[in-house]
């Protein structure tokens, strides 16, 4: 494989989670890849990965950034939500509790 492909597909790993490394290093152990760990992290050389761990990895990768994608689709809409109907009712609530609250009894 190219050694640009190498790096960006090793940028795109060094990008994410913690969580999804876990994904990425079961590949890696899945297809009888060699690595090696200490303390700062695991390590893999990536230039003996044959094609088949290259596009399971593409395609775990693909995964996770359509997912994240969705996640934050779906964090914007209930953001919107909660503005359009829960920020103006609390409004409303705190400015009907003003009212009652300046209401003088005779």
Not at 66 to 89: M, R, T
């Amino acid at each position: 494989m190219d050694s640009n492909k190498l790096i960006n597909l090793k940028n795109k790993i060094e990008s994410l989670d913690k969580t999804h490394h876990n994904k990425i290093l079961n590949i890696f152990i899945k297809n009888n890849i060699k690595f090696s760990e200490n303390r700062n992290g695991s390590f893999i050389n990536m230039n003996n990965l044959d094609e088949k761990t290259l596009l399971e990895i593409d395609v775990v990768l693909s995964y996770i950034n359509d997912q994240e994608k969705n996640l934050q689709e779906f964090e914007n809409i209930k953001n919107e939500l909660n503005n359009d109907y829960f920020s103006n009712k609390k409004n409303t609530l705190i400015k009907d509790n003003k009212e009652i609250s300046n209401y003088k009894y005779t």
